[in-house]
């Protein structure tokens, strides 16, 4: 494991926003449950790109992967049985596969890494227990068994978890020999990541009707047919280099597509309401700040942009407020703790609620020793901050970032930034 150490200073330069990890996580996935040849475009490798890929050749697909696309032949998918599915630290690929492994009778294990075993499944478990499908597994940890077969039904999912398990159900329903209902029972949050998923699914030629989010009604016996796409850039990815643009930083950003479906691209709204410009230029967008107010986000939609957009809450004039963020608490780490402390550490003012945050402006950060807590973006979010710093900034475990960025620390060099690779086991 390694640390790097930043040295204060401004970036500049252009910066190719790399292609939306939910978006890919999606397209992988419709492609292999469809019965012919699909070819995915521009294609990142992070771990948790690999874990859906390896997750669904354990179903039998077959895939072959070049230097930035896919060759995807789903005819094969369910010729494995007793299949062994890693989910590394993927959420996504977690609750994704669980209902897709068992659209046919199999027996599923599923393993994972870090903090993926504390993630809920209960909405999960709850289905197994009333379909009659057997399930065993640890507290803690995952290393779950899944026996049986997925049925159609009424399926009750709550709104306020997560949307994974609404899009999991989505992918794997309409496979099933009959009709089914899936009826939300608690107000949706992360609308948008549902919204990505339906218009994946409508690309492979699966309908699913919207009773405006409170139920989906999801036709059985449908197939899905092969198609070719690229994944447009991410917005999770470009809010580091947005929130670098709005605190003073100079970085265009290319390949962002404005009318996106993701909501990630929230981060630019956060923005605007503290007073930042964004501008279409000739390369792509850019994003300009000066005297920062403060404002209130709501983290409701888009949990995973909240560390870095605090960066510059934590810059602006003002108090802030970070409004229900709960579901920070249940991602790589806790994000709330971990946000809370660290730019406190860099002589930031936050304060942590049970859901959000208070946060009081301050004019720069002072430098300082600070854990990635193991996470990638928290990581990032230190990496953006340091730029506003008046001393260096050193953060643990720089690996981190291969979940979904594998190329941020490279990409940050290239835009001036100044890092030291430092092997902390010397």
Not at 101 to 127: D, Q, S
Not at 148 to 156: A, F, I, R, T
């Amino acid at each position: 494991m390694t640390a790097v150490k930043i040295t204060p200073t401004k970036l500049s330069g252009v910066v190719q926003v790399p292609p939306s990890k939910s978006l890919a996580h999606r397209a992988i996935i419709c492609a292999s449950l469809a019965k012919g040849i699909s070819r995915i475009d521009n294609i990142e490798y992070s771990k948790d790109i690999q874990a859906t890929i390896k997750a669904m050749q354990s179903l039998g697909t077959k895939i072959e992967k070049y230097d930035d696309y896919l060759i995807i032949d789903g005819t094969t998918t369910y010729t494995k049985q007793n299949s062994e599915i890693d989910c590394e630290e993927s959420g996504s690929t977690l609750r994704f596969m669980v209902p897709i492994a068992i659209v046919e009778e199999n027996k599923a294990h599923f393993v994972g890494r870090g903090n993926l075993g504390k993630r809920p499944l209960n909405t999960f478990y709850e289905i197994f227990e009333r379909q009659n499908i057997g399930y065993l597994y640890k507290e803690d940890i995952l290393d779950l068994y899944v026996i049986g077969k997925l049925k159609p039904d009424h399926y009750k999912v709550p709104g306020n978890i997560s949307s994974q398990f609404i899009t999991g159900l989505l992918f794997a329903l309409p496979l099933l020999d009959g009709d089914s209902i899936i009826e939300i029972t608690s107000p949706l949050e992360s609308k948008g990541y549902i919204d990505l998923t339906l218009q994946m699914l409508n690309q492979y030629g699966i309908k699913i009707v919207n009773n405006d989010y409170k139920s989906f009604i999801v036709m059985g016996k449908q197939e899905y047919q092969a198609h070719d796409y690229r994944v447009e850039a991410d917005f999770s990815q470009a809010a580091f280099y947005l929130v670098a643009g709005a605190i003073g930083n100079d970085v265009v950003l290319t390949d962002l597509n404005l009318d996106s479906l993701q909501g990630d691209k929230a981060t630019l709204e956060f923005l605007e309401a503290m007073g930042a410009k964004i501008s279409v230029v000739s390369d792509g967008i850019k994003v300009t700040g000066e005297n920062l107010a403060a404002t209130i986000v709501d983290a409701s939609q888009c949990p995973d942009v909240i560390p870095v957009v605090s960066v510059a809450l934590a810059l602006a004039q003002g108090k802030s407020d970070v409004i229900n963020a709960k579901r920070l608490r249940i991602k790589e780490c806790d994000r709330i703790i971990a946000t809370r402390s660290q730019l406190n550490e860099l002589g930031g003012t936050v304060t942590e609620l049970p859901d959000g945050m208070t946060i009081r402006g301050v004019n720069e950060f002072t430098g300082g020793n600070c854990s990635s807590f193991a996470d990638h973006r928290i990581a990032m979010m230190l990496a953006i901050a340091a730029t506003r710093s008046s001393q260096p900034v050193v953060i643990d475990n720089m690996e981190c970032v291969e979940k979904s960025y594998p190329n941020f620390w490279e990409d940050y060099q290239s835009l001036g930034g100044i890092i030291d690779v430092i092997d902390v086991e010397k």
